[in-house]
T-cell receptor
């Protein structure tokens, strides 16, 4: 079953608007939550990441909000630009003896000019 | 430049043929991974390796095989037993152990098509 559930599957936002992508998980062994951005035909690139002991992390126009009790986290893209149009994946990592990453199903973002 | 190099970028396979996808990294990462990406399904883990000469099956290992003879190399073979191999394949690496904040870094992918 999907360890990390991501929504929406696709998103259309006007230039300058806020894009919001949500993810949820059940496994309390997850200890690190990166977000990736992927352009067509390319590999995913790390965008921003957060630990569960932090409720919010901001880097430029990108912000992760994290709700540990609800096991939910979200990516907010402020002042969305056409160049942000890409597929976004949330991910979760299990700690322990090995880094193992689980990915959401992806959100295709289209920012209209 | 440090990074992960996948080759080839495009690969065509005939029915019943085995093909090997190359993945090389110069990041000095211990852990390496292979993911398969299909539209609308995100990334699914095929195999992963923590150290040389050791690897583990992921969620969809059937029809695939790997080797890890060198730290920097983790080739993936798609065998004829994989009935639906057409997909985008991504190789990744990360620092191990898991005690540090670490992410997976990805190559640019190989698109495999059955002809």
């Amino acid at each position: 079953q999907q360890q990390v559930k991501q929504s929406p599957q696709s998103l259309i936002v006007q230039k300058g608007g806020i894009s919001i992508i949500n993810c949820a998980y059940e496994n309390t062994a997850f200890d690190y939550f990166p977000w990736y951005q992927q352009f067509p035909g390319k590999g995913p690139a790390l965008l921003i990441a957060i630990r569960p002991d932090v409720s919010e992390k901001k880097e430029g126009r990108f912000t992760i909000s994290f709700n540990k009790s609800a096991k939910q986290f979200s990516l907010h893209i402020m002042d969305s630009q056409p160049g942000d149009s890409a597929t976004y994946f949330c991910a979760a990592r299990t700690a322990g003896n090995f880094n193992k990453f689980y990915f959401g199903s992806g959100t295709k973002l289209n920012v209209k000019p | 430049d440090g990074g992960i190099t996948q080759s080839p970028k495009y690969l065509f396979r005939k029915e019943g043929q085995n093909v090997t996808l190359s993945c090389e990294q110069n990041l000095n990462h211990d852990a390496m991974y292979w993911y398969r990406q299909d539209p609308g399904q995100g990334l699914r883990l095929i195999y992963y390796s923590q150290i040389v000469n050791d690897f583990q099956k992921g969620d969809i290992a059937e029809g695939y095989s790997v080797s890890r003879e060198k730290k920097e190399s983790f080739p993936l073979t798609v065998t004829s037993a994989q009935k639906n191999p057409t997909a985008f394949y991504l190789c990744a690496s990360s620092i191990a152990p898991a005690a540090v904040n670490t992410e997976a870094f990805f190559g640019q992918g190989t698109r495999l098509t059955v002809v």
